[in-house]
T-cell receptor
Framework: EPEVTQTPSHQVTQMGQEVILRCVPISNHLYFYWYRQILGQKVEFLVSFYNNEISEKSEIFDDQFSVERPDGSNFTLKIRSTKLEDSAMYFC???????????FGNGTRLTVT | DAKTTQPNSMESNEEEPVHLPCNHSTISGTDYIHWYRQLPSQGPEYVIHGLTSNVNNRMASLAIAEDRKSSTLILHRATLRDAAVYYCILRDGGGYQKVTFGTGTKLQVIP
C-alpha cells in the first residue's frame, strides 16, 4: 500500500539554526499538509498546500515557516531561526481530493537545543 | 470549523465490541464524518469516513444518525493494538479546508 514517507525520523538542531523537513507524499495525491504535535499535546494544523500554493495556514505558521514542492515528488517544511518551543513531532500528510482521507507519515521528531 | 464532542476516555475489555460516540450538532450538509486514530508514538491513521449512510471497512464500522448530528465508531472486537486516541473530525466536501484535530477519546483496552 502506498505511504507517505518523511525524513529524517529525528533531527537535532541548535537554537537559531534553520532546518528542512522532507516528505514524499503519495504519488497521485494533490493536497499536502503539515501538522505538528508538541509532546503530550494535540495534533495542530500548520498549513495546507494545493496547486503549488498555500491554501490555508494557521496562526502558528508565521514568517518563520515556509513550504515548498521543489519537484514532482517532495514536499518540504523549512523552519528558520529555530526556537526551543519548535521542538515537536512534525507530521506530513497528503490526500487525493479535498474531502478525501488524510494519509500521514510517521513524523520527524525535531529537537531544538 | 464545525465542532465535534467526544468523551475524553473509554475502557473496553479485549475481544469485546467498542462503541465510540461523537456529537456534531452543527454539521453542515457537505461535511463528511472522518475518524482517525493515533497509536502511541505514531502519526494519525485514517480509520473510516462517511456522509449519510453507515459504512463498513476492514478496520471498523461507522454508524451515522439519521439527522447526522451524531455518529458512532464501532470496533467489533477490541484488541490490545486498538489502544489509541480516536478522533472524530468533520471534513468539508466543498473545498480544501484544514482538518482540525481535537483532544479525541483515549481508548484503553484491558486484557
Amino acid at each position: 500500500e502506498p505511504e507517505v514517507t518523511q525524513t529524517p525520523s529525528h533531527q537535532v538542531t541548535q537554537m537559531g539554526q534553520e532546518v528542512i523537513l522532507r516528505c514524499v507524499p503519495i504519488s497521485n495525491h494533490l493536497y499536502f499538509y503539515w501538522y505538528r504535535q508538541i509532546l503530550g499535546q494535540k495534533v495542530e494544523f500548520l498549513v495546507s498546500f494545493y496547486n503549488n500554493e498555500i491554501s490555508e495556514k494557521s496562526e502558528i505558521f508565521d514568517d518563520q515557516f515556509s513550504v515548498e514542492r521543489p519537484d514532482g515528488s517532495n514536499f518540504t517544511l523549512k523552519i528558520r531561526s529555530t526556537k526551543l518551543e519548535d521542538s515537536a513531532m512534525y507530521f506530513c500528510a497528503s490526500s487525493e481530493e479535498a474531502y478525501s482521507p488524510l494519509h500521514f507519515g510517521n513524523g520527524t521528531r525535531l529537537t531544538v537545543t | 470549523d464545525a465542532k465535534t464532542t467526544q468523551p475524553n476516555s473509554m475502557e473496553s475489555n479485549e475481544e469485546e465490541p467498542v462503541h465510540l460516540p461523537c456529537n456534531h450538532s452543527t454539521i453542515s450538509g457537505t461535511d463528511y464524518i472522518h475518524w482517525y486514530r493515533q497509536l502511541p508514538s505514531q502519526g494519525p491513521e485514517y480509520v473510516i469516513h462517511g456522509l449519510t449512510s453507515n459504512v463498513n471497512n476492514r478496520m471498523a464500522s461507522l454508524a451515522i444518525a439519521e439527522d447526522r448530528k451524531s455518529s458512532t465508531l464501532i470496533l467489533h472486537r477490541a484488541t490490545l493494538r486498538d489502544a489509541a486516541v480516536y478522533y472524530c473530525i468533520l471534513r468539508d466536501g466543498g473545498g480544501y479546508q484544514k482538518v482540525t484535530f481535537g483532544t479525541g477519546t483515549k481508548l484503553q483496552v484491558i486484557p
